[in-house]
């Protein structure tokens, strides 16, 4: 059974730090794309970043780049999107998403594009 198990979400303040994570089991989670979306009640679930299989290449929605960091731990199976200066137009339930295309090389930018999906965690910015 696949199972994708986020962690890590939270209230925390204006220019606060989240690390949230994504627990893989019952994939080939080494040879796997990953990726982190976000979504919130008035808004579509959106592309936040994306890391490859080896975890040599990444890329961020521009809305989050410099302040996002996406990571992955294959000895681990868990893929870690580190959150800094966090606003509160970062608040959303954040999703990791796997895409089952082993060793493609590539990166996903589209919902469509992901195979596995994981409930969600809520992040919540505010004072």
């Known amino acids: 059974q696949v199972q994708l198990v986020e962690s890590g979400g939270g209230l925390v303040q204006p220019g606060g730090s989240l690390r949230l994570s994504c627990a893989a089991s019952?994939?080939?989670?080494?040879?796997?794309?990953m990726g982190w979306f976000r979504q919130t009640p008035v808004k579509e679930r959106e592309f936040v970043a994306a890391?490859?299989?080896?975890?040599?290449?990444?890329d961020y929605a521009d809305s989050v780049k410099a302040r996002f960091t996406i990571s992955r731990d294959n000895a681990k199976k868990t893929t870690y999107l580190q959150m800094d200066s966090l606003k509160p137009e970062d608040t959303a339930v954040y999703y990791c998403a796997a895409n089952a295309s082993p060793y493609s090389g590539r990166l996903y930018y589209t919902r469509d594009e992901y195979h596995y999906w994981g409930q969600g965690t809520q992040v919540t910015v505010s004072s």
């Open positions: 890391i490859s299989w080896s975890g040599s290449s990444t």
């Open positions: 019952g994939l080939a989670f080494t040879s796997y794309a």
